[in-house]
Antibody
Framework: QITLKESGPTLVRPTQTLTLTCTFS??????????VGWIRQPPGKALEWLAV???????RYSPSLRSRLTITKDNSKNQVVLILTNMDPVDTATYYC??????????WGQGTMVSVSS | SSELTQDPAVSVALGQTVRITCQGD??????VSWFQQKPGQAPVLVIY???DRPSGIPDRFSGASSGSTASLTITGAQAEDEADYYC?????????????FGTGTKVTVL
């Protein structure tokens, strides 16, 4: 059974850096073809893909946020970390950690709400 | 990067059929997925690879794609199908591979 859980701050100040951790179980991120991604959703708005990291350490980033994003993995801890710098109120959203395999984001975490406010 | 456009809202009578469409250039790949999201919940994958269903997804959900348009059809809509639906695809149009989501469609079951 695949599970993913996001953790991190619920409130960050403008210009600060957001660090989110995804802790997962039920699969290995060292298995061929497996990836873990991050997707966010501002309140009342659509989903937005942010980044994905694959079993072979290949990383992909949203073109619009590439300069602010970093994604890393720790296979020994079954964790993926997302860093988003220079936070702004428009970054207020629920951030989801997602398992990717066979061309699909097939399992999602429950999400964590992050607000950006001074 | 490409954009995926969906109708904001559709309604369907209980037991009837509804088709949700998604338009965008990136849909020419075969990496098309659909997600169902109910209020306060995380999205759930209902269709991937254009028309494959994950285990546990009822067979009343089906997908199709032609050119720059993809669709999700619910045949015999049930009350529990009332939700927001998002399409998604891989986007190879720029210098870097990335993934895009549609604008979302709210489905109301009457």
């Amino acid at each position: 059974q695949i599970t993913l859980k996001e953790s991190g701050p619920t409130l960050v100040r403008p210009t600060q850096t957001l660090t989110l951790t995804c802790t997962f179980s039920g699969f290995s991120l060292s298995s061929s073809g497996v990836g873990v991604g991050w997707i966010r959703q501002p309140p009342g708005k659509a989903l937005e893909w942010l980044a994905v990291i694959y079993w072979d350490d290949e990383k992909r980033y949203s073109p619009s946020l590439r300069s602010r994003l970093t994604i890393t993995k720790d296979n020994s801890k079954n964790q993926v970390v997302l860093i988003l710098t220079n936070m702004d109120p428009v970054d207020t959203a629920t951030y989801y950690c997602v398992h990717r395999f066979a061309g699909a984001f097939d399992m999602w975490g429950q999400g964590t709400m992050v607000s950006v406010s001074s | 990067s490409s954009e995926l456009t969906q109708d904001p809202a559709v309604s369907v009578a209980l037991g009837q059929t509804v088709r949700i469409t998604c338009q965008g250039d990136s849909l020419r790949s075969n990496d098309v997925s659909w997600f169902q999201q109910k209020p306060g919940q995380a999205p759930v994958l209902v269709i991937y690879a254009i028309n494959d269903r994950p285990s546990g997804i009822p067979d009343r959900f089906s997908g199709a794609s032609s050119g720059s348009t993809a669709s999700l059809t619910i045949t015999g809509a049930q009350a529990e199908d009332e939700a927001d639906y998002y399409c998604s695809s891989r986007d190879n149009s720029g210098n870097h591979l990335n993934y895009v989501f549609g604008t979302g469609t709210k489905v109301t079951v009457l």
